[in-house]
């Protein structure tokens, strides 16, 4: 292996999930709905109807799961908790089959040398909390440092590696801003007020923690670095507001104690006026930053948009089926606009990955996914970069382990290293799957070889 391709000793190669996108049986064994579930049981919401009711079916099958893991040769394997199948209520009695399944989990990826992250908030928020006004509630705040304190007692003796939120942005700017994710809001108002409390809330998580915890806490964002559409004064200023939207909004609360400058030109009239003292106290030190990565945007000014500004396609440029332009050269912009706004925190990419048009039928033994392979390659190398450039990146999380439901856009987005028939819930590794066992093995060292793949 040369020194040109070498990662970090130590360096976590991983795969990532979400609870309500693949385990299914959302009320199993006394779990309580989520907002997720109560969102894709309401006409119109998801891709032709879909749930998560089976999803990939992970909650009777994790044991399955795990040995695909292990066949991979992961060395870590992020998922989140759903908060309703241990606390079916939001708050008050335990549900012990909720943790028990969560604790089976954890002990059998230790026995495959799986080293567990554990993220807290995935997005679905027990329903009986949304009925009292979710993350629009001050009260929020405490009722998820409860949750967080069963989490850490029940799992702290085994889980060193926790997340307390991701993606606060997403949350608010989907769920609570443009309504197309759970709770389905469309209020300018209330976006900030959600996203505040989220933050809040991540603040008392990671001090509850402090309390008894013995490992390393910290935030997943979603970053995404902005490129002005032209150099016209306004394309320039829109693409400045995006990107304190986007990507100062997040971690300037945690890092500095406030918010950035200019949010008042970012919702108008929509911004609070947030008591000084409320937001210092987001400031709670933590371990590292989940950097989530999957493009960037050129941003032009837009008069008719909600906060005046929209993204703009490329001519000609790769795209997912999201229609998200392959940029891996902004991954390497991210991690390095942490460290230079931050100072040097340890960050991993906490998920990363494509959606391409793979079929709904896997072909018997082998999958072919070139513009997957030839993706994951690009943005590895993207994080060797930055790595070389200083930034302290401690592993690299693949979005995702498994073809999943993908919120509103239910299974119609296949992002999996593996492949899953819906109707049949067999698994197939993909060549991206492959290949990605191959980094794994290597330790990155083949990624100094060339991969093909059609343009």
């Keep these: 292996m040369t020194e040109q391709t070498t990662f970090p000793q130590g360096f976590l190669w991983g795969a990532a999930t979400s609870a309500y996108q693949i385990e299914g049986s959302p009320l199993a064994d006394g779990a309580g709905p989520s907002i997720w579930h109560r969102f894709s049981h309401t006409p119109g919401r998801t891709h032709l109807g879909q749930t998560g009711d089976v999803a990939c079916d992970h909650y009777r099958r994790w044991a399955e799961d795990v040995e695909l893991m292990h066949g991979l040769g992961l060395g870590a394997y992020r998922l989140s908790l759903s908060w309703s199948r241990l606390l079916p209520e939001g708050r008050g009695a335990v549900n012990p089959k909720g943790l028990d399944f969560y604790s089976r989990l954890v002990d059998r990826l230790l026995e495959r040398r799986i080293q567990p992250m554990v993220t807290l908030y995935h997005w679905d928020l027990p329903a009986a909390l949304d009925d009292r006004g979710g993350w629009l509630n001050r009260d929020v705040v405490d009722w998820f440092a409860d949750y967080a304190r069963v989490a850490f007692e029940a799992l702290g003796d085994r889980v060193t590696l926790w997340a307390t939120i991701n993606e606060p942005w997403v949350i608010t700017d989907a769920g609570y801003l443009f309504g197309v994710n759970a709770p389905g809001h469309r209020n300018l108002f209330e976006a900030p007020i959600a996203f505040h409390h989220l933050l809040r809330a991540h603040a008392a998580a990671v001090r509850a923690y402090r309390a008894n915890g013995r490992g390393k806490i910290g935030l997943v964002v979603n970053l995404e670095p902005k490129v002005p559409a032209s150099d016209r004064p306004e394309d320039v200023a829109a693409a400045a507001r995006d990107d304190r939207y986007n990507n100062l909004y997040h971690l300037d609360p945690v890092f500095f104690g406030r918010y950035p400058d200019g949010m008042q030109d970012v919702f108008g009239e929509g911004w609070p006026a947030f008591a000084p003292e409320d937001v210092a106290r987001i400031r709670e030190p933590i371990d590292f ?132 028939d819906f109707d049949t819930q067999r698994r197939t590794v993909k060549a991206s799957g492959n290949y990605y066992r191959e980094v794994i093995a290597t330790h990155g060292g083949v990624l100094a070889e060339p991969v093909s793949a059609a343009p």
Excluded: C
């Design 289 to 420: 930053v989940g950097v989530n990565y999957y493009t960037q945007r050129v941003v032009r000014h837009d008069a008719k948009a909600p906060l005046g500004f929209s993204s703009q396609s490329v001519p000609g440029a790769l795209t997912m089926e999201t229609g998200w332009q392959v940029v891996p050269a902004g991954l390497t912009r991210a991690l390095l606009w942490v460290g230079e706004r931050y100072g040097k925190v340890p960050v991993y990419v906490t998920e990363n990955g494509a959606a391409f048009a793979d079929p709904a039928r896997a072909p018997e033994g082998r999958l072919d996914d070139p513009l997957r392979v030839r993706y994951y390659r690009d943005h590895l190398l993207a994080v060797r970069d930055a790595i070389q450039q200083g930034v302290d990146v401690r592993g690299y999380f693949a979005w995702s382990l498994l073809d999943n439901f993908e919120w509103s856009r239910g299974y119609s987005l296949r992002f999996g290293l593996v492949h899953v």
